[in-house]
């Protein structure tokens, strides 16, 4: 019996399937080398299954690149292109790939991964050229192929394309129906993929869940509830959709009421309502919601990111420590970048800096996300100087500042009195990433310009501001003049206020202050004429001692 028809170690076919470490997986390929087993195609297959599971598709393409290619059946390259288009860079999948064509001739099988890679990145001439290199061995028709074309040209905002492409199919799957209907939902066009639902001849739940989530993606909440409701199995998926809907939408009490018709439910639904609450501004709730679910279910990163954005909130120091600890307990990967983020939000928000710097430090890839966390950890706790550095050190890493970012940075060069580095990030928002400032913009610009005696320049700011005045521009505008004593250009701030907020109370006070601080008494009675004239009345504050 030949080597590639005998039956392959028993022992180190065992070990594979038990294969769960790197340094396991190394041995186990240094036994296959000298033992000279690589003619067993079922143990290869094996060895590249646990080289999957462990993430590590570039450990098989080594292995099977160096063997003769006579020697490696289709199945096994197709096996670790599918790896490798899941856990490498696109081009390292490619790479193999043209193995495959200079050795054997790639089948249907070959091209779906490689096209799912290309959606994912959005690289449309690399799938265009797969497409082409489909049609040219007549794979083009193949279910699978058209199906992964569909989802590729949709991923590329190319609907047209995908819609051609679904036409011409004799027969679509059920497959193809959710592959297109969610090509239309994802470029956010509901009426074609409800045309496209309302036409099928056969609904399954993906369908019905897929519509669902379609609406609720658009903001159609509206439709997503009637849809919802006429769905003749009413499943979890859904229902947790809709809960994620409306808690996106501020509308927790319609999400809590969803939440407790839900029987079966599950780490998604009770994520959705942890995080409904969190990014709401109830931390309080999300941890009560938390505390009822965790005896019950096994948490996960979406979970614990929810969690930690609730003690981020709250600034808890003790609750901090408290769910590091829950994550260590849970063996939840602190690697995982959205749990790593999460963990550096939570230590910045809560006064660790020292912490959050060490794991910041430790990321293998920063992100925006994580700079800005930072960056508001300083801001909040004194060391303003140092999120401005941070903001040039992202740049200098080539990631590009979103309307988040400006605004911590304004708000620190606002802490740190930084004038003229204020003015220029201002600018640069404008001019360079084309970001259209927003009210809180100008505000951190006009507070910096009035702290430090600048006050026409901030007035003219003001004025140059598109659409409608806003109150925190002018209030910050009012501020300064109290600092610096410019009661005429109070006088304006304050009466543009008085337009745009006439039922608040903390706009006359300022302005009834400006005058009391030079002693301008008649000018305090009128202004408290005016309210009471008005009926308006400052709320009394009070003081709670708790026995």
Known sequence: ?????????????????????????????????????????????????????????CVADSFLSALP???????????????????????????????????ACPDAFSFPPLLRACARVRCKPTGSALHAAAIRLGLDADLFVRTALIQFYGSCSSAGASRMLFDSMVIPSDVSWTAIIMVYVDCGDIV??????????????????????????????????????EMPQRTAAAHTSLIGGYAKAGNMQVAKRLFDKLRDRDVFSWSAMISGYA???????????????????????????????ACSQLGNIMLAKWIEGYITTYSIDMNNAHVLAGLINMNAKCGNMEKATVLFESMPVRDVFSYCSMMQGHCLHGSANKAVDLFSRMLLEGLSPDTAVFTVV????????LVEEGKKYFAMMKNEYFIMPSGDHYACLVSLLGRFGMLRDAYELIKSMPGKPHPGSWGALLRGCILQGDIELGKI?????????????????TLSNIYANIDRWADVSEVRAEMAGKGITKIAGRTVVLQ
């Open 1 to 57: 019996m030949t080597p590639a028809a005998g039956r392959p170690s028993p022992p180190v076919a065992t070990l594979l399937g038990r294969c769960r470490t790197l340094r396991c997986l190394a041995q186990l390929h240094a036994r296959i080398v000298r033992l000279g087993l690589h003619n067993h195609h079922a143990l290869l297959a094996r060895f590249t299954a646990a080289c999957d599971s462990l993430a590590s598709p």
């Open 410 to 417: 304004l708000t620190a060069c606002n802490h740190a009195g």
């Open 279 to 309: 990014q709401n501004g109830y931390p309080g709730e999300a941890l009560r919601i938390f505390n009822e679910f965790r005896e019950d279910i096994c948490p996960d990163e979406l979970v614990i990111v929810a969690l930690m954005t």
């Open 69 to 103: 290619s006579h020697a490696v059946p289709l199945s096994l390259r197709n096996s670790v292109i599918a790896s490798l288009s899941r856990h490498s860079p696109l081009h390292a999948a490619l790479a193999h790939f043209n193995i495959v064509r200079r050795t």
């Open 493 to 509: 701030a304050a009466k543009k206020l008085f337009e745009i907020e006439p039922d608040n109370a903390g706009n006359y006070i």
């Open 192 to 229: 074609s993929a409800r045309e496209l639902f309302d036409r099928m001849p056969y609904r399954n739940v993906v369908h019905w869940n897929a519509m669902v989530g379609g609406y609720v993606k658009c903001g159609d909440l509206e439709s997503a509830r009637r849809l919802f409701e």
